[in-house]
């Protein structure tokens, strides 16, 4: 103990720049020869480091610090216990102290305490002072940039002390409780709100260098942050999340949300790929939590949560894979429903009502294009389900309102269906149509059973002709087994069908069975499909499309014959126009029967079929006048055709009076004509030189212009 006190006091009365290394090395011996004096050692350096913290003598702090931190690193016994209790209470009087300098140099000494590795676990020990301490100089508000930014710095790393500490520690479940990471993440997000370019790429990002992390608050803090989660298990998972959803809605970060999605990026790319869908669903229950939040707070919880999706994808996302998309469509059924009500009541307080849609309508999309994302990455087996859980979910039924029908909700008939009517929105098709991208089913029935092919189908008679693109463009997804149908687009006439190198296999058993139970109603569905008025060139492309995969995927020798009978009657429909279609529609009809005749005849190769077909359409072009001008032909013979039996079916089925009166008519009427005709044969007819006429014994010349002249008397002259 003497020689204790004489390193202690000797250290600066002599004049050295620090310990005396001589002084220091003979009681580094002596601790380590008498581990049982380390606890009296400790206890004595730590009463005088108290009196000199109040004293405010620096100097001997610093000595008196440096000399622990040496005889810390060089003992490592079991009696080092006792004396590690009088380090981590003279570290907390250099913690509590207003200066600067002191809390820095606390700071790091219990890093160099955190790095060690004791040999047996401390069930006593806690760390509560220390996270409090250190999250309060994460926070500093120091006048002088410079401390602040050095103070900050530090506070950080003890934090990333106690964790390290606690993580190898046997009683490391104390960290994750949830009053320390209520402190540790808030202020690790505190000090990585402060980089100034928010990283916004997709991969994970590079690891920062040492400099930054010793200069730069923001980066140490996101590299401790990563730390923190990467040592998380499946029991404090939740723990180490749900702080930083307090602090994002505490700071009003999810409206803009560049910072939340910088944030959740880190946590996925950080924890362990099997936790990923925890992450997932504490995001799902946040959002529902903000259910009448704003529409932009709702649309930026919704985009990170898209984020999260696209990191977890093709990983674990966990068995409650419903309970995403049920919750996903519960908050679009919302927004649906919260647009309608805003719509009926008008501009709400100063905020215009397009304003309020449009955040509805940001709120949606962002919806949409997270479930078509998630549901895009899940296994083929889930994605039928997944199609048919949506379709039943929110079915949609022709109206002709533009609003959600509220009354319906919840019915039994309608399942709380939505209707949509002439919307724009189309949520079920389009979130088919996304989560069907990429599907490559075995069997058509795999993939459209008959539970999903009913509700798939039923928007494609609406009267919303985007909304029938994205039905026909969904059935594509699932029909196009082979990806033809890029090599099918546009309608045209291919001179050789053979250079698209249409991929192809033999039809199943299942398929044909498909084909006979379901077939009429694909027929129906694209029959009616090509007479609606307010189709559009995409629209007879799509159409053309499905006729072509019918014919690759499904098509026998029954089903060709179906195939062609169906463009058959189009082509009869667009001449006869019983409709009343405009020239457009009827082109547009005529156009697609075209191109598919060609594109059936060179697949079924029936050489008679072909020449046909090729004499028929003899130009690879297929033009608006050229189409116009064979509706015309076909037009006029058709009336002519329809005369006549008008005609032949009159004298059939009319009363003889009936007949004989009408005979009688235009019979009288004849003879009237021929009448006049013979009379101008016996008398002359007026002409330009005049005519002679007597008159009281004198001759008179009478002349008549021709401009005067009617007929008869014109064509006789």
């Known amino acids: 103990m003497a020689l204790t006190i004489e390193k202690y006091e000797l250290g600066w009365q002599e004049g050295s720049d620090g310990l005396v290394k001589a002084d220091m090395e003979k009681l580094t011996f002596y601790a380590v020869s008498a581990p049982e004096k380390l606890d009296r050692i400790g206890a004595y350096l730590a ?74 676990p401390s069930y006593h020990r806690r760390y509560d002072f220390f996270v409090s301490r250190f999250s309060t100089m994460c926070h500093s508000c120091h006048n002088d940039p410079e401390i602040r930014t050095e103070i900050r710095i530090a506070g950080i790393r003890g934090i990333q002390g106690v964790v390290r ?16 990471m209520d ?27 040492v400099a930054d992390k010793e200069e730069n608050p923001a ?4 590299s401790c942050f990563r730390e923190l989660l990467g040592r998380a298990t499946f029991g404090n998972m939740n723990n180490a999340v749900r702080p930083v959803f307090a602090h994002l809605d505490h700071h009003k970060l999810w409206d803009p949300n560049e910072f939340a999605v910088h944030c959740f990026k880190i946590i996925m790319y950080s924890i362990q790929a099997q936790y990923s869908h925890h992450v997932i669903q504490e995001i799902l229950g946040h959002l529902d939590s903000c259910k009448k939040d704003s529409p932009r707070v709702r649309a930026g919880i919704i985009q990170v949560l898209l984020e999260a999706v696209a990191i977890a994808a093709k990983g674990s996302i966990g068995p409650t894979v419903l309970e995403v998309f049920n919750t996903l469509l519960k908050h679009l059924r919302l927004s649906v429903e919260l647009e309608a009500s805003d719509s009926q009541q008008g501009s709400v307080g100063s905020i215009p009502l397009s304003s309020k849609d449009n955040d509805e309508k940001i709120v949606q999309n962002a919806i949409i294009q997270t479930i078509g994302f998630f549901g895009s990455n899940l296994p083929d087996y889930q994605r039928s389900e997944i199609m048919m859980f949506i379709m039943g979910k929110v079915p949609v039924f022709g109206t002709s309102t533009h609003t959600l029908d509220i009354s319906q909700l919840g019915s039994k008939s309608n399942q709380g269906s939505l209707t949509c009517g002439k919307s724009k929105d189309h949520p079920p098709p389009s979130r088919s149509s996304k989560v069907t991208s990429g599907y490559k089913a075995k069997t058509i029935v795999t993939a459209l ?56 296999e033999k039809i199943c058993r299942q398929d044909t069975s498909f084909m006979k ?150 019979a009288n009427l004849l003879h009237d004509r021929l009448a006049q005709i ?34 008869p008397d014109l064509c006789v002259y």
Request: aromatic share 6%.
């Open 165 to 180: 500490k606690t993580v190898n520690d046997e009683l490391r479940a104390t960290i994750w409780e949830p009053q320390h």
């Open 517 to 666: 139970k379901n077939g009429q109603q694909l027929y129906r569905y694209i029959y009616l499909g090509c007479k609606e008025e307010d189709n559009v060139q995409k629209n007879y492309e799509l159409l053309y499309t499905s006729l072509a995969l019918i014919t690759i995927e499904l098509a026998n020798e029954e089903v060709v014959i179906d195939l062609i009978r169906l463009a058959i009657a189009l082509q009869d429909s667009a001449i006869i126009n019983e409709d009343n279609l405009p020239m457009f529609h009827r082109c547009g009809i005529m156009a697609l029967v075209a191109a598919y005749l060609n594109f059936v005849s060179q697949m079924i190769a029936v050489p008679a079929f072909c020449q046909h077909v090729s004499k028929v359409s003899n130009t690879e072009e297929i033009t608006f006048e050229a189409l116009k001008k064979a509706i015309d032909t076909n037009g006029m013979e058709e009336q002519e055709k329809e005369k006549r039996r008008l005609v032949i079916e009159k004298f059939q089925k009319a009363p003889f009076e009936e007949i004989a009166a009408q005979c009688e008519s235009k």
């Open 47 to 120: 009463e005088r480091l108290s009196r000199d913290v109040v004293r405010h003598r620096s100097g001997y702090v610093l000595i008196a610090m440096e000399a622990l931190d040496q005889l810390l690193m060089a003992c490592h016994s079991q009696s080092i216990k006792p004396f590690v209790e009088s380090f981590l209470h003279m570290v907390a009087k250099l913690l509590e102290s207003g200066e600067p300098k002191l809390q820095v140099l606390g700071t790091n000494s219990f890093v160099k305490f955190a790095n060690i590795e004791e040999d047996t």
């Open 449 to 504: 059973p008959g539970s999903f092919l009913d509700p798939l189908l039923s928007p494609s008679l609406m009267e919303d002709y985007e909304l029938r693109q994205l039905v026909l463009e969904v059935m594509h997804n699932l029909m196009d087994r082979h990806d033809n149908r890029a090599k099918l687009r546009g309608i045209r006439i291919i001179p050789d069908v053979a250079d698209l190198k249409i991929k192809r």
């Open 678 to 711: 013979l009379e101008l044969t016996i008398r002359p007819p007026p002409s330009p030189s005049g005519t002679l006429t007597i008159t009281s014994g004198h001759a008179q010349y009478q002349s008549v212009p021709v401009y005067e002249m009617k007929f």
């Open 219 to 222: 980066v140490l803090a996101e």
């Open 183 to 209: 402190k540790i993440v808030p202020s690790l997000l505190f000090n990585m709100q402060k980089i100034e370019e928010v990283d916004s790429r997709l991969g994970p990002p590079s690891s920062p260098s």
